[in-house]
Structure formats: C-alpha cells, structure tokens
C-alpha cells in the first residue's frame, strides 16, 4: 500500500472518472469481440450499418447485375409513381420520364458515387496522414511549409478548382477523384500533425528513442497506432463530405457526365420533371441523406467506443428507472474534441 | 497584440497571393477565348489580332506582369463577353452574396448555440438524441435538393414564395433555408460536443458550488470556453459562403459571385474572374484576420500570448 | 454562535451538518455500483472533521453528494443530509442553489482548472454576491477586493483584473478559498485543498482555513489522505474505506489508539516513530474495486485478525466509547493490546 504521506500522486482522485472507468472493466482497448458487443446493444449504430452494407452491396454488384435495366428506356411504362402494380418488380420505385427503372438506376448510382468517394477519401487520408504525421513529428520548418500548403489548398475555392481541372482535362471518374482528393488532403494533414506533434513530446517515444529506435519506425510503431483511429473517425466524416461534394458536382454538370448516372446527377434529371414526376428527384436525394445520416452516425458512434474515456456513455442505462437495463442508443458528441485526455 | 496581428497578416497573405497567381494561370489553361469569342470560321489574321488586342500572345509571365500593375493602379480589366469594366460586374454581384452569407451565419450560429447548449445538458437524454439526430440530418442533406424540394413545396405546389429573385423577405426563405441547412447541423455538433466537454470542467462545478443557475452555468460558464472550436468551424464554413453560393445562386437566380466566377471561366472571361477571385480572396483574408480577433477577445491566454 | 441549533444535540457544540445513512451508486454498463454506502458523519459549528482515507474510497464523492454537485453518473440512492436541521436531499433544485454558497461551500483540489481560465478572477469572486445578494456591479466589486485582501492577495485592487493562468498555484488555491468563503457559509467542505501544492505552499493554505474557520466559526470538513494534516488540524476525523466509514472519533484518541486494523495499517506505516533501518510496515494488497467489494467486511482480505465471521458478517458502525465507533467485530483486541 502507499505510504498515507504526501507520496500518492497528485491528482490521483476517487471521482467519478476512476469509478466509471471501473465499471466499463478493463481500460484501454477492447478486443474486437468486444466492440462488436458494444455495437450490438446501440440500436441506432446497427442501423446505421445495415444501410451503409446495403449501399455497399449496392455499388459492388449494382452495376453488373442492373447496368443494362439502368440503361433500358421503355416508352410503354413512362413516369410511372412508385408503388404502381403490374407493370413488373423493377418500377417498384417508379420510372423516368423516358421509362427506366428509378430502382435500377438509384442501384447503378450508388456504384458511380461509391466509386469516386471511396478512391478520394482513401487517397487523401494516405497522403494527409503520412504527411501530417512526417511533418508534425519533425517539426521545424518542415512542419510550417506544410501547414502552409495546406492553408493554401483550403483557401483556394474547390468547386472554381474543380471547374477548371474538369474543363481543361475530362469531367471523367478519375479527375474528380483526383480534384476530391486534392482539395481534402489538408483535413487529414493538420489533424495527424496535431496529433503526432503531441505525441512526439511523450514520455513512451522518447524511451523508444533511447533504445536507438529510427524515425520511420518511431512513427510507424509509436505515433501511427495511437493516431489513426482519430484519423478514421475523420476519414468517415469526411467520406460524408466528399459524397456530397460530387453530388453537387454533378448536379451543377459539372460531376460526372451522362450516360454514366450517379445519385447527383439523378436528381439534376429528375429536376425538370418536377411538376409530373416528383420521384425522379426526390428519390435520389433521400438515397443521399440516408447514406449520410448513416455513416455520421457511425462516425459517432466510432469516436466514442475508441475513446477509452467516454465508452462508457454507450452503455449507460437511463436515469429513470423505466428504462433500466435496455441498452441506449448512444448517440453523441460529434465534434467532440478527441484530443481531450484523461488519466 | 500588433506583432502577433502582422505574423497573421502575413501567415494570411501567402495563401491570398497563392490562390491569385493560381486563378490566373489555370484559367489560361481552360483554352483560348479566341476559340468562342470569333466565328469558326476566323482567320488566323483575326485570331493574332484578337490575341493581341487583349494581351493574350504575350508570354504567361509578361501577361502576369502586366495584370499586377493594373491591379496596382486599380485598373481590373474589362470583361471579355459585356465589354463593360470587370471591376463593376464583380462589385454588382458581390453585395447579394456578401447579404446572404451573412444572414445565413448569423443564424446558423445563433441558432447552433441555443440547439448544442441545451442538447449538452443531459448528454444522451432523449432531447440530445433527437437533436443529434436532426442536426445530423441537417449536415447531411445535398442543399441543391433542398432547395428543389423546396421550391416543389412551398413555390410549385402551395405557392406560398416565389422561385426566383431577390425582391421582398419571401424571396430570401427559401435560399437562406438552403444556405443554412449544413452550417446549422455541423455547428450545432460542434457546439454540443464543445459545451460536453466545457461543461465537464471542475470550474462548472465550482460555478454550481457558489449557488450559479442552470442559465448562468451554460451561458456565461461553459458557452464562452465552447468558443474556439465553434469559431473554428464557424469560420470555415463562412469562407465557404463567401466563395459563392453556386447551388443556390443557380436554382433561385440569385445574382451573386459564385455563379459569376463559374460563368466567367465557362466564358474565358478571365479579367472579371481575376477580379472576383481577388476580391473574395480579400475578403477571406479580412474574415481569418476577424476570426483571429474573436479567438484573442474570447480567450486572455490568447491574448496574453498575442501580446508576447 | 449557530444559526440553526439542532435539538438534541448534546455537547457543547451545535451540530452544523449531520450526514446519515449517505449511499451513493454510480451508473455503469454492469448494473449500478455502490461507491459510497451508508456513511454517517456529524460535525459542529467551528469544528473540524477529517474525512480520511485512500484514492478512491468514496471520500470526494461522499463529499460533492453532500454539496449536491455529483456528476450525472453518479446517484444518491439513500439518506439524509441535515444542514442545521433541515434534510438538503429533499429540496428542490431551486432552493438547494440558495443554500450554495451562503450555507454550505466547496473548495476543490485542483485550484488551477476549478477556476474558470476565460474570465477575470475579479468577476468570479464577485459573482456569489451577484447571485445571492443581487449586489451591484461596484458593490460586488468592492466586496471581492476585500475578500482578495482578506486571503493575502497582494494588491488586490490591481490582480482584481488578472485571470487564472497569471496567478502562482497557492495564490489560486486562496482565491478558490476566497470565493467559497465569501458568504460565511455554516459548513466548508474542503476537497483534498493542498494535494496539488508546494509543501511550503500547502501548510501556508492549511493555516488560512483555520483562521477563517475560526474567524466565522463555520463547521470544516477536510477531505485529505495526509494522516499529518488530519492530526494538526482536525477535532474529529472518520477513516474510510472501500465506500463507507470504518472508524470514527476525537482525532486524538483515534490516532493514540486506533479501534480498526486499518486504521490502525494507515498509523503504522507512516514512518515517525520507527528505529532506522526496520522495514516500514504496510497494509498487504490493495482497496477493493468498487465492482468487487468483498462480501462481510470490505477489508477482510487484508486485515489481520480476519476470521470465518468477517467473511459472513458485515460489521456495522457501533459505539465503543463516548464519540468514538468503529465496524469490526473484533475492535476490543485492538484496544487491549
């Protein structure tokens, strides 16, 4: 036991973050087992999954199994409203006004949107991060060339970027990949800056240090593990981001070009049949925000299981005694900073 | 603090020289203007003499040259499409977009404010579920779509508001709804998650310790602690509006820069689109310096440091 | 001189503040736990009472759930906390704030983030007048020079416009100290107050509470693992551990002659009194985590004179002498050896 003197530590208090650390059992990481089980009991971050897989699902094996129901206009079965029986399972959503299958093209969609997001937020979390973590680990003016790169990209109006770049060369996938990926690297260069920048000044890397370890290795064992989830977390909310970005891109005709179709460009068509066709554009529109709200709100969810400190805010049960023991939807802190620690 | 202001009037002026130069050599890559202003059927002769009449068979370096001691004597050009002077067409249309973006802030945080504060009061009760959930959905929803739903509801189907113009308060609704929808949600979780973790702090209990209402704890507590992140992404956001609102402008034919810039590239009209990079540049500038002010107002460990 | 005299209360002394029966449970994923459970305590007007113990024996929590500033968590599920008679648990939010600050205040542990870094200490100091006594600007003001004053600010009139972060740490302990003062409170809880000090700092702080306890002759409860700080400033201490309290009486007598083995660990290891050399004695293990509190006595598994008994019977807090108690079953081994 610790002498009763002045020796305990400073600081070292019986509040509630000690008390609630007991309760959510070990500190630290839980096992992948585990995080499944707290995902398990948070209905909302279920959802959310089930309709991020489903959006999945969608854009793998979308465009080879509907690619050419997408395509094919069928003038006898024009505009017809959601719902409306008998004319087959395909115009269950209703069709266009040049009579395809809104379904059809809403699943092709998902595969065109899926495929510009996905290659942009994976290009720039890669190189944001290791950038950021480079810079914010050297310091010095490496670290101050850098910010001020990414000052500069920030600054620069991305949709007058994304104009030129998709006038000058083709308004094809890989452009607005590459125009996407560009304008985002900054998000993830100051955060692993931040981050690594704070870390490089712990106790544990410079212990590592001592023992001869190399800076590629520092970063790539010290600074990348404790970074990264942060960094996903960022990845996710931006992905949200990068979706709506291209669906704007596309709207203004700028995007992606017909007769390539993404949920952006649907809604663009679908807006001058407004009057007599209302679901050509609403459709598309809801496909949007449901994917969004749902990867948000497993960003959220994410943020909080990682965080060792607040995890147990998924699980608490209710005040009120009605609701004892059902598991909550914990839905949370978006925005919170992440960087708040707490011993 | 004056030392502190120069370093960030610096630190700021190397991305607004950046994107300048950047904005004048990408538009010259979009193609020459000789190809849409002169008949297809054009000379060469006609060509060289439009090119030369506008300063474009000069190298890069020598046009940009040139710009800069127009910019100097305050001389913007003159559009390519109107033949009218640059500087006015760019002056007309930044008014509208400036009313607008302002309008648009100040609700969004207002709004964001009250919403995030009382949602971080109970973290995880039933209000802070719905209003994570709404402001969630807010940030998520494509403003170009609202905006057609929009008009669909309230101009097409209950004619309530007109779908176009900027005469009267009903034809502002609908763009500042459009305009507000993602910097409503987004502020509205950041200030919750901020006022959290303020709100956790040992001064708020403190606060409650010397007999502080729930109203004094939240606002004059926990609120102003829950100000930088805020303005942090308050400021991006309105750097977004000031560079125009495409979308909006677009659906509503609203007369603002965002519209002018994308038309004046489509156009090769690159002396109004130099003009109005300039001057929202400028203006982002003004507005970084601004947010650097709140951030010292709020904070006396930043100010101190400002004035070390 | 107590404004609201407890009937009944025998001895010289009103009593100030009488805790009973206080259980706390904390809200987790694995059902509620109980982190404090049934402590009593009473302490009297200019009195002094020590509440002691290890991290993480419930002594802080005991300690805001009387002030009524438990984090959401956390939960008072059982009984009675009287402020000169009256039960504070059973009031209203409204009428529990009004109590804050003239009748009952908290100085905390860490003075550095308890004081809020975004505005003037001047401003926070005026503010239990502004809330309570609906003082003017200036008036407030003139009070929070007097208070800065009072605990040994230099020139106040000048530091009134200072913020947190340009004072020393002991300076912002004393304005942390100034501003639960302010009113006169009956009862000051005082939360660990010199932990994160100098030691020179930390008995400079200790001296300022006793004269301001005598001063305004409020009732003191100092909530501190020093064993030092206990025997010269407190009239009554109460050990506790793992939730609830173990032994309780006249510091003196307690300290001569511990009633509880872990009272008597905690004497035992401190090292005055030992020869050079010997091997400090300490108590063998750890507190048990609040999830996996032993059944019987919590500290059986350390104790030395555990038997099949403490592990089937949890001993209660009873009597064994005037003003002393302890929960073992076998306290009177300890008092004849």
């Known amino acids: 036991m610790r002498t009763h003197e002045t020796g305990e530590p400073a600081g070292a208090d019986d509040g509630a973050d000690g008390g609630a650390d007991d309760g959510t059992g070990a500190a630290g990481r839980p096992g992948s087992a585990g995080l499944l089980r707290l995902l398990a009991a948070d209905r909302a971050a279920v959802a959310a999954c089930a309709v991020l897989l489903l959006v999945a699902l969608c854009a793998l094996l979308g465009p080879p199994l509907f690619g050419d129901l997408a395509r094919e206009q069928n003038l006898r079965a024009v505009k017809l409203r959601p719902f409306s029986t008998g004319e087959g399972w395909e115009f269950v959503l209703g069709s266009d006004s040049l009579g395809r299958s809104v379904l059809a093209r809403l699943v092709v969609a998902a595969g065109t949107t899926m495929s510009v997001a996905v290659p942009a937020v994976a290009l720039s979390l890669l190189v944001g991060s290791v950038w950021g973590m480079w810079a914010g680990f050297h310091r010095g003016w490496r670290e101050s060339v850098s910010m001020r790169i990414a000052d500069v990209i920030l600054s620069f109006p991305s949709l007058l970027l994304a104009v030129v770049v998709l006038y000058v060369f083709d308004p094809g996938v890989a452009n607005i990949v590459a125009v996407l990926a560009v304008a985002r690297i900054p998000v993830y260069l100051r955060t692993a800056r931040a981050e690594s920048a704070q870390l490089r000044s712990r106790l544990f890397v410079d212990a590592a240090r001592t023992f001869g370890t190399g800076d590629g290795a520092l970063i790539r064992r010290h600074v990348l593990p404790i970074v990264l989830p942060t960094l996903l977390t960022v990845a996710a909310v931006d992905f949200c981001f990068v979706m709506l970005t291209e669906s704007s891109l596309s709207f203004l005709g700028i995007g992606i070009q017909p007769p390539d179709v993404s949920w952006g460009l649907m809604v663009a068509q679908g807006r001058a049949e407004l009057r007599n066709a209302w679901w050509t554009a609403v459709l598309p529109g809801l496909a949007i925000i449901i994917t969004t709200v749902a990867m948000t709100q497993l960003a959220n969810w994410a943020r909080i299981a990682g965080d060792p400190a607040q995890r147990w805010r998924l699980t608490v049960p209710e005040r009120r005694g009605r609701g004892r023991g059902r598991a909550r939807a914990g839905r949370a802190t978006a925005g919170e900073a992440p960087t708040k620690e707490q011993s | 603090m004056l030392t502190f202001l120069g370093r960030r009037i610096l630190s700021s002026a190397i991305p607004l020289l950046v994107v300048v130069l950047g904005v004048f050599f990408l538009a010259r890559l979009t193609g020459d203007p000789a190809n849409l202003y002169l008949p297809l059927s054009a000379t060469q002769e006609m060509r060289d003499a439009f090119s030369a009449k506008h300063g474009f068979d000069d190298p890069l370096p020598a046009q940009f040259a040139e710009y800069l001691s127009q910019v100097a004597r305050l001389d913007f050009g003159e559009s390519l499409r109107t033949a009218q002077p640059a500087a006015e067409a760019v002056l007309r249309a930044f008014p509208a977009t400036l009313q607008l973006a302002g309008i648009t802030m100040l609700l969004a945080v207002a709004g964001a404010v009250v919403v995030g504060s009382l949602a971080a009061r109970r973290p995880n009760s039933p209000a802070d579920r719905i209003a994570g959930f709404l402001s969630s959905a807010s940030a998520s929803t494509p403003d170009f779509w609202f905006a057609i739903m929009g008009v669909l509801v309230f101009a097409v189907t209950l004619g309530w508001l007109p779908t176009s113009g900027t005469v009267g308060s009903a034809a502002w609704v609908l763009p500042v709804a459009t305009l507000l929808i993602r910097p409503f949600g987004v502020l509205v979780q950041v200030v919750r998650g901020a006022m959290v973790t303020a709100l956790s702090e040992p001064y708020i209990k403190v606060a409650r310790a010397k007999g502080a209402g729930e109203r004094r704890v939240l606002f004059r507590h926990a609120l102003r602690n829950a100000g930088a992140p805020t303005l942090t992404v308050a400021g991006d956001l309105a750097v977004g509006l000031v560079n125009g609102a495409v979308v909006v402008e677009t659906i509503f034919g609203w007369p603002g820069i965002g519209k002018l810039m994308i038309d004046s590239i489509l156009q090769r009209d690159f002396a109004v689109l130099q003009a109005a990079v300039l001057l929202t540049s400028l203006t982002i500038f003004a507005l970084n310096i601004l947010i650097d002010i709140c951030y010292a107002l709020l904070d006396p460990r930043v100010r101190q440091g400002a004035m070390a | ?337």
């Open chain 3, 1 to 337: 001189m107590n404004r609201h005299g407890t009937p009944g209360t025998s001895g010289a002394e009103s009593t100030a503040l009488e805790v009973r029966g206080l259980s706390v449970e904390l809200r987790t994923p694995g059902g509620p736990v109980p982190v404090v459970r049934d402590v009593g305590f009473s302490v009297g007007a200019g009195q002094t009472l020590a509440l002691l113990g290890e991290s993480g024996c419930g002594k802080s929590m005991t300690a805001q759930a009387v002030a009524g500033l438990l984090d959401p968590v956390a939960e008072v599920v059982g009984g009675q906390v009287l402020l000169g008679g009256r039960d504070v648990l059973r009031l209203g939010p409204r009428e529990r704030r009004g109590l804050a600050g003239p009748e009952l205040a908290m100085v905390f542990q860490d003075a550095l983030t308890a004081l809020n870094p975004v505005h003037t200490v001047g401003s926070q100091l005026a503010e239990p007048f502004r809330i309570h006594e609906r003082a003017s600007r200036g008036a407030a003001r003139e009070r929070a020079v007097e208070l800065m004053e009072r605990v040994g600010i230099p020139e106040p009139g000048l530091r009134f416009r200072s913020y947190p972060h340009q004072f020393s740490g002991g300076m912002r302990q004393r304005l942390l100290i100034a501003m639960a003062v302010a009113l006169r409170p009956s009862v000051l809880l005082a939360d660990e107050p010199t932990t994160a000090l100098d030691v020179t700092v930390q008995a400079q702080i200790m001296e300022l509470l006793a004269e301001l306890r005598r001063e305004t002759r409020m009732a003191l409860v100092l909530i501190t693992h020093d064993l030092a700080v206990v025997a010269e400033q407190a009239d009554q201490v109460a050990v506790m551990y793992s939730g609830t309290v173990v032994e309780s009486g006249p510091v003196a007598e307690v300290f001569a002659a511990p009633r509880h083995p872990y009272t008597r660990g905690l004497l035992d290891s401190v090292p005055a009194g030992h020869a050079r050399g010997t091997v400090l004695p300490s108590i063998e293990g750890a507190p048990p985590r609040p999830t996996a509190v032993p059944a019987g006595c919590a500290f059986r598994t350390r104790c030395p004179l555990a038997r099949e008994r403490c592990a089937t019977h949890e001993p209660p807090l009873s009597a064994t002498g005037p003003g002393r108690a302890s929960a073992c079953h076998y306290w009177k081994e300890l008092a004849d050896a």
